[in-house]
């Protein structure tokens, strides 16, 4: 059995997602019983700090632990707070992160295999009145 407990300032931005981040978001990464599939991490992100629309083919959980974020899909912006879960369907455009006054972490559960997530989606209304 491991133990561990959120630590905001734990952990770092994997080189490979850093383009697809606004502001600063950290991973602390949780050893996960499932083996390499599917991962079970920590985001910690700072105020105003969130990723870019995205898909993830097998779908994603988060479950939000600290400060109060947003969660948006193709029905509009969600405010999230600790408490919170999200289930994302598969292929379902989202984006999600701090809002521009709060951190906020999540819990996420998602498979982390190469091509899963996919960044090449439409912006939609991602990079207006965010305040970021």
Request: aromatic share 10%.
């Amino acid at each position: 059995m491991d133990l561990n407990h959120s630590d905001p300032s734990a952990g770092d931005m994997p080189e490979e997602y850093r383009p697809y981040f606004q502001g600063v978001g950290r991973f602390q990464q949780l050893p996960s019983c499932f083996g390499d599939s599917p991962s079970a991490f920590m985001v910690h992100f700072e105020a105003g700090a969130r990723t870019r629309p995205h898909i993830h083919h097998s779908g994603q959980m988060l479950y939000i632990a600290d400060g109060e974020g947003i969660v948006a899909d193709g029905k509009g912006r969600h405010r999230v707070r600790p408490g919170d879960v999200v289930t994302v369907r598969p292929d379902e455009w989202h984006w999600h992160g701090a809002t521009p006054e709060s951190p906020m972490s999540h819990f996420t559960v998602q498979v982390t295999r190469a091509g899963d997530i996919e960044w090449d989606v439409e912006e939609r209304d991602w990079a207006t009145g965010y305040g970021g």
